[in-house]
């Protein structure tokens, strides 16, 4: 199996800031931007468009856009749950959407009050018109291997998810282990289901990190299958607001740092990623979840 280089997507700022409490100083997400901005990663997730009813910490994303030193060639990505959302990020000026649907109806609803045909229905409009605007677009399934409600989900359930929005023409999607409790086999068993419908360069995986998987899930999915694309946080922070108990996304040092250590090419500086992390970490006054953020290299 051929091991691709990596195409790494931070999503600290979005996914690992969106529970971090409201008290999150706009100056400090922006600050965690701009030092990511110098790492060498090719994406960031900036923010979200979504009700700040829902999500507060998020309610400042488009002065986080606005604010932000983009670096040449990175992507500024925003999240965004309908056309509203859309309306927003056009405005900020971001560089590709993501829309979000799950392949677990309770998750789903309670995370964006939508059974998963009403969400797709409620973004249908959203992916041609982000898509006439020149904006990539990226789907999340989240709850694609448990639901922190129903339990264990069956890949069959995130492959029906993918059939539904392949007519909207996606470019990619990004499969959520919201939970974080997915372990090395069952990535295997939901990308041998899933790279039938879709090839490896369109699917990103995105592990959340509850049960310290995550890094054996990706080097699985890189080392197995020829998967190159994975979402990961500096710093570990983060959670999903509708999912108790879930902790953050992998952090990036950890997964630059196992890619790397398996001659893998990500094109990041760990060096960068503690420097953010270090940033990020004054700012929130706590220590980060990732022990890399602190180690000496
Ligand atoms: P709703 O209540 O069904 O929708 O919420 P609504 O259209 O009736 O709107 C309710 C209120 O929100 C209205 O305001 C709207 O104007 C406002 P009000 O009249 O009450 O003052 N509103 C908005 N405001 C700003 N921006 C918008 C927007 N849309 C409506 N775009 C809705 C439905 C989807 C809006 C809501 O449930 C929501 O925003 N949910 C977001 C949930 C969220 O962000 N969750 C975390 C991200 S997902 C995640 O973390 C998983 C992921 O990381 C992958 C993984 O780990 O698996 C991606
Ligand atoms: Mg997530």
């Known amino acids: 199996m051929t091991r691709p280089a990596l195409r790494l997507v931070e999503v600290g700022p979005r996914d690992g800031l969106q529970t971090a409490g409201a008290k999150v100083p706009t100056e400090a997400k922006v600050a965690f931007v701009d030092a990511l901005s110098l790492s060498g990663l090719g994406e960031i997730e900036t923010g979200a ?18 604010r932000i030193a983009r670096a040449p060639g990175v992507l500024y990505s925003a999240l965004v749950p309908n056309e509203k959302g859309l309306e927003a990020a056009l405005k900020a000026k971001a560089g590709k959407i993501a829309v979000f649907t799950a392949a677990s109806e309770t998750f789903n609803k309670k995370n964006i009050n939508a059974s998963i045909a009403e ?18 677009v990226r789907a999340y399934i989240s ?20 059939k539904r929005l392949e007519p909207m023409s996606v470019d ?20 041998d289901a899933l790279l039938k419908a ?25 080392q197995e299958f020829g998967v190159s694309g994975f ?4 710093g570990g922070v983060g959670g999903c607001p509708y999912a108790p108990g879930a902790s953050g996304n992998v952090a990036m040092e ?20 503690q420097a953010a992390a270090a940033g990020l970490a004054a700012s ?8 890399l953020s602190r180690i000496r290299l």
């Open 254 to 273: 950890d997964l630059v740092f196992a890619f790397q250590a398996s001659g893998g090419k990500t094109g990041v500086d760990l060096k960068a990623l």
């Open 172 to 191: 990619e999607y990004s499969i959520g282990d919201t939970i974080g409790r997915a372990a090395p086999d069952d990535a295997r068993r939901l990308l």
């Open 198 to 222: 879709v090839p490896s360069e369109r699917i990103f995986l995105h592990f959340h990190d509850t049960y310290g998987m995550a890094v054996a899930n990706a080097l699985a999915a890189w």
């Open 119 to 136: 969400s797709i229905a409620r973004f249908a409009p959203v992916v041609p018109a982000a898509k006439t605007a020149g904006l990539p």
């Open 49 to 66: 468009f979504v009700s700040p009813k829902a999500v507060p910490e998020m309610a400042d994303s488009a002065e986080v856009f606005a």
């Open 143 to 162: 709850t694609a291997f448990f639901c922190p409600y129903e339990g264990k989900v069956a890949p069959e359930a995130v492959v029906e998810v993918v």
């Open 231 to 234: 979402d990961a946080s500096t």
């Open 284 to 291: 929130l006054g706590r220590p980060l979840p990732s022990r």
